[in-house]
């Protein structure tokens, strides 16, 4: 069992900057891939970033790449999801999700969401143009 909370959602320009954060208890956090993904009203939820066991590989959807930075830290048992230039085309519910059965990881589908099997409540990000 894993519990995911994420946190650092609100309201900004267009143009700004948010640091989403996501707490995960449970399991041994560095022992399996974490990404992110994004549902915004009436639409499906999308990939937006993942990132392995060790942080060192990272991957990312092509609307965000270049302005989101996903991180971890085992230590903290805590990812991260650096937000810039944010647009007003961001504005979704944003959610962690945890790959405890190695799914993502062995498969390479890091961006399919059905490969991941615990998911956070969610965080809102709206950005306002």
């Known amino acids: 069992q894993v519990q995911l909370v994420e946190s650092g959602g609100g309201l900004v320009q267009a143009g700004g900057s948010l640091r989403l954060s996501c707490a995960a208890s449970?399991?041994?956090?560095?022992?399996?891939?974490m990404g992110w993904f994004r549902q915004a009203p009436g639409k499906e939820r999308e990939f937006v970033a993942a990132?392995?066991?060790?942080?060192?590989?990272?991957y990312y959807a092509d609307s965000v790449k270049g302005r989101f930075t996903i991180s971890r830290d085992n230590a903290k048992n805590t990812v991260y999801l650096r937000m810039n230039s944010l647009k007003p085309e961001d504005t979704a519910v944003y959610y962690c999700?945890?790959?405890?059965?190695?799914?993502?990881?062995?498969?390479?589908?890091?961006?399919?969401?059905?490969?991941?099997?615990?998911w956070g409540q969610g965080t809102q990000v709206t950005v306002s143009s």
């Open positions: 449970g399991r041994t956090f560095s022992s399996y891939a």
């Open positions: 999700a945890a790959d405890i059965n190695y799914s993502a990881e062995s498969s390479g589908r890091y961006g399919t969401s059905d490969e991941y099997d615990y």
């Open positions: 990132i392995n066991w060790s942080g060192g590989s990272t």
